[in-house]
Protein backbone atom coordinates (compact mmCIF):
# COMPACT_ATOMS: atom_id res chain seq x y z
CA UNK A 1 0.00 0.00 0.00
CA UNK A 2 1.29 3.39 -0.90
CA UNK A 3 1.35 6.19 1.46
CA UNK A 4 -0.31 9.49 0.87
CA UNK A 5 0.58 13.07 1.84
CA UNK A 6 -2.14 14.99 2.02
CA UNK A 7 -1.34 19.34 2.21
CA UNK A 8 -3.30 22.18 3.10
CA UNK A 9 -3.41 24.36 -0.07
CA UNK A 10 -4.51 27.26 2.20
CA UNK A 11 -1.22 27.17 3.66
CA UNK A 12 2.05 28.98 2.59
CA UNK A 13 4.11 28.03 -0.06
CA UNK A 14 7.02 27.70 2.66
CA UNK A 15 4.58 25.79 5.43
CA UNK A 16 3.69 23.24 2.47
CA UNK A 17 6.95 22.83 1.58
CA UNK A 18 7.61 21.81 5.57
CA UNK A 19 4.76 19.58 5.85
CA UNK A 20 5.76 17.64 2.43
CA UNK A 21 9.60 17.04 3.70
CA UNK A 22 8.14 16.40 7.26
CA UNK A 23 5.74 14.10 6.01
CA UNK A 24 8.26 12.50 3.33
CA UNK A 25 10.54 11.66 6.72
CA UNK A 26 7.82 9.64 7.78
CA UNK A 27 7.62 7.77 5.04
CA UNK A 28 11.59 7.58 5.35
CA UNK A 29 11.58 6.49 8.68
CA UNK A 30 8.49 3.87 8.30
CA UNK A 31 7.24 5.65 11.14
CA UNK A 32 3.35 6.88 10.35
CA UNK A 33 1.94 10.01 11.28
CA UNK A 34 -0.49 10.93 14.28
CA UNK A 35 -2.79 12.27 12.37
CA UNK A 36 -5.98 13.53 14.13
CA UNK A 37 -5.04 12.75 17.56
CA UNK A 38 -3.68 14.74 20.22
CA UNK A 39 -1.76 13.55 23.27
CA UNK A 40 -3.08 15.64 26.28
CA UNK A 41 -0.88 13.10 28.74
CA UNK A 42 2.42 15.27 29.14
CA UNK A 43 4.14 11.50 30.26
CA UNK A 44 3.13 10.02 26.65
CA UNK A 45 4.26 13.18 24.90
CA UNK A 46 7.87 12.52 24.92
CA UNK A 47 7.71 8.80 23.54
CA UNK A 48 4.83 10.32 20.50
CA UNK A 49 7.05 13.50 19.67
CA UNK A 50 10.53 11.55 19.31
CA UNK A 51 8.89 10.64 15.88
CA UNK A 52 7.56 14.04 15.24
CA UNK A 53 10.56 15.84 16.55
CA UNK A 54 12.40 13.93 14.20
CA UNK A 55 10.28 14.22 11.05
CA UNK A 56 10.20 18.23 12.79
CA UNK A 57 14.15 18.36 12.54
CA UNK A 58 14.62 17.08 9.18
CA UNK A 59 11.85 19.30 7.82
CA UNK A 60 13.06 22.66 9.47
CA UNK A 61 16.59 21.91 8.44
CA UNK A 62 15.86 21.03 4.48
CA UNK A 63 13.61 24.00 4.58
CA UNK A 64 15.70 26.49 6.62
CA UNK A 65 17.21 29.13 4.27
CA UNK A 66 21.03 30.29 5.00
CA UNK A 67 22.50 33.50 5.77
CA UNK A 68 20.81 36.69 5.92
CA UNK A 69 17.28 37.02 5.37
CA UNK A 70 16.49 33.78 6.53
CA UNK A 71 13.13 32.98 9.14
CA UNK A 72 13.33 33.82 12.54
CA UNK A 73 15.26 31.33 14.56
CA UNK A 74 12.33 30.83 16.63
CA UNK A 75 10.11 30.17 13.76
CA UNK A 76 12.31 27.33 13.40
CA UNK A 77 12.06 26.36 16.77
CA UNK A 78 8.12 26.75 16.50
CA UNK A 79 8.28 24.13 13.51
CA UNK A 80 10.90 21.79 14.78
CA UNK A 81 9.19 21.12 18.00
CA UNK A 82 5.47 21.51 16.19
CA UNK A 83 2.89 24.10 16.91
CA UNK A 84 0.53 21.56 18.95
CA UNK A 85 3.71 20.64 21.03
CA UNK A 86 4.97 23.82 21.44
CA UNK A 87 1.71 25.32 22.65
CA UNK A 88 0.98 22.47 25.34
CA UNK A 89 4.37 23.15 26.94
CA UNK A 90 3.99 26.57 26.85
CA UNK A 91 0.35 26.37 28.32
CA UNK A 92 1.70 24.12 31.32
CA UNK A 93 4.39 26.51 31.59
CA UNK A 94 2.24 29.22 32.42
CA UNK A 95 -0.31 27.00 33.89
CA UNK A 96 2.44 26.60 36.63
CA UNK A 97 2.40 22.80 35.54
CA UNK A 98 5.78 22.28 34.74
CA UNK A 99 8.67 24.25 35.56
CA UNK A 100 10.75 26.77 33.37
CA UNK A 101 14.07 25.14 32.91
CA UNK A 102 11.60 22.08 31.85
CA UNK A 103 9.80 23.97 29.20
CA UNK A 104 12.76 25.00 28.22
CA UNK A 105 14.53 21.91 27.78
CA UNK A 106 11.26 20.61 25.66
CA UNK A 107 11.15 23.64 23.65
CA UNK A 108 14.71 23.62 22.91
CA UNK A 109 14.92 27.76 23.44
CA UNK A 110 16.02 29.89 26.50
CA UNK A 111 13.44 30.53 28.98
CA UNK A 112 14.26 34.84 28.89
CA UNK A 113 13.02 33.61 24.66
CA UNK A 114 9.61 32.46 25.62
CA UNK A 115 7.56 35.28 24.03
CA UNK A 116 9.94 35.20 20.57
CA UNK A 117 8.64 31.97 20.70
CA UNK A 118 5.35 32.85 21.53
CA UNK A 119 4.53 35.34 19.04
CA UNK A 120 4.75 32.09 16.13
CA UNK A 121 3.46 29.50 18.19
CA UNK A 122 0.02 31.85 19.32
CA UNK A 123 -0.27 33.36 15.77
Keep these: ?25 HVWIGETGISNEVALNFKSLNNIDQVERFCNQVAGIATAKKGKGGPDQHLIQAYRNGHLFSRMV ?27 LEAFVYS
Design 1 to 25: MAPLIFINTDDRDTAQLFTLVHELA
Design 90 to 116: LDAYHGGLIEPVEASHLLGTKINEFSK
